[in-house]
């Protein structure tokens, strides 16, 4: 109810399982609806479906896709605190991703079909099995995107709004720390290692300077052969340029009794408080 709500001033394209045709038609015309019977699918990870279903409604709607403006991706469990409004995407630059980690993210038609068209592909031929290889990366844009992140992060931090930094956060904090790191610049501390890329690229020296490699902190304490968060991460790291996602949202959240909720945790009173009002936005 909450995501029907959100996007009910706009036209809205659907990509899910047969047994939510319901929901996905009370939300989409039909003819905008694109359905996957459960039974006949089966791929090697939990998290990978989320990708399929963005393939199979890109490649039937590409056409269509292309007259819009803007494109935005969003889960279903996203959580809005106000129905949206082309006022709401008012500082969105056409050419650059506004990106909330797998939550959600817009661009403009060209940027995004550029971005994920074939990025299912990539999950099934390049990611997967291989979270424990290092990524080449694009350097100078992770710096970039860190410290978009950041400023954002303490932006939120400090009005102690916290259930809204948790959208304000775009790239999330663990799907930074589950990269492969060159060993020249690894450090226990995140900071630390993003302080040592820039003093390599201020000096003109390679980050991966082949001595070696070093899982992130995060990385250690799993086994998956496929991290979806992270693989994205690194795909918008060497293919976008990043600006930070604007919309009212306090990200995923689970309903109770109507209401979003994370748990008995801080974020999660205060994320129940934000929707009710209580909460300055």
Known sequence: RNLADAVAAFDVFVATYSEYKKAAYAVADPARVVLTNRK?????????????????????HRADLLAYDIVLKSRTDCWFTEPLAPAHFARYEPGFLHFSSEIAYYADPHTFLGLYEHFFDDVLDTYYGRADAYAPLDYENLVTIYHLNKSAYWWAQNTTKVAYRLIKNNANRNALENLVWPRAVYDASLPQIIRNVEARLRAGEPVDDGSGYVRGAERRKITKAFLSETAQLVHVINHAKVRTFELPTIGVAIERDGKPSRGPNAEGREARALADGKLPR
Not at 40 to 53: E, I, K, N, R
């Open 40 to 60: 006949a699918l089966s791929l090697p990870d939990a998290v990978m479906y989320q990708w399929f279903h963005l393939d199979r409604l890109l490649r039937r």
